[in-house]
T-cell receptor, first 116, second 111 residues
């Protein structure tokens, strides 16, 4: 299957700082990538759709000014959590679709964010 | 009503048994259906997808789809303790470009 990487895998930061998470498709190009957040013992929640060359599309209830998304190239999307607070502590996962016959979402390994 | 529904479990089966995981969805226009496995603290990994009515087999896994009943299931034969994880059902929207996840079913396979 296709490979998606994320960096960093772990982040611990102080409240008020900004954190950038990178998502890369390693062996394919992705004009669209998706960002999810998962709190402990809960399911994945789609935050936003990252679009190469245009603005991201945010799900209802997700603050676009707090979660900045930049799809810089066909293989890279970044999520910046601005002025992070403890309630932003979560597991952030990106995915990218790949496949000619059947488009399938492949997930990155995730980034665990802990805001102190 | 949630768009994709799964029983949260835990579903407990003995080693070697068949585990049956079920999922219902509300959007009749959904095109494709996926099963992901997620181990604790890890991101989801794709097990298999199905988009035609009927059964699709891949090793110990069989996905079953019934679009008329808006129902998709995953059977795991000869369950192993290593199969213990949360299984996520995901459904694409009408346009086929976005996944909606169910809440997941936690499977426990006991030795």
């Amino acid at each position: 299957g296709a490979v998606v990487s994320q960096h960093p895998s772990w982040v611990i930061c102080k409240s008020g700082t900004s954190v950038k998470i990178e998502c890369r498709s390693l062996d394919f190009q992705a004009t669209t990538m998706f960002w999810y957040r998962q709190f402990p013992k809960q399911s994945l929640m789609l935050m936003a759709t990252s679009n190469e060359g245009s603005k991201a599309t945010y799900e209802q209830g997700v603050e676009k000014d707090k979660f900045l998304i930049n799809h810089a190239s066909l293989t890279l999307s970044t999520l910046t959590v601005t002025s992070a607070h403890p309630e932003d502590s979560s597991f952030y996962i990106c995915s990218a679709p790949q496949g000619q016959v059947q488009e399938t979402q492949y997930f990155g390994p995730g980034t665990r964010l802990l805001v102190l | 009503q949630k768009e994709v529904e799964q029983n949260s479990g835990p579903l407990s089966v003995p080693e070697g048994a068949i585990a049956s995981l079920n999922c219902t969805y509300s959007d009749r226009g959904s095109q494709s259906f996926f099963w992901y496995r997620q181990y604790s603290g890890k991101s989801p990994e794709l097990i298999m997808f199905i988009y035609s009515n009927g059964d699709k087999e891949d090793g110990r896994f069989t996905a079953q789809l019934n679009k008329a009943s808006q129902y998709v299931s995953l059977l795991i034969r000869d369950s192993q303790p290593s199969d213990s994880a949360t299984y996520l059902c995901a459904v694409t929207n009408n346009a086929g470009n976005m996944l909606t996840f169910g809440g997941g079913t936690r499977l426990m396979v006991k030795p």
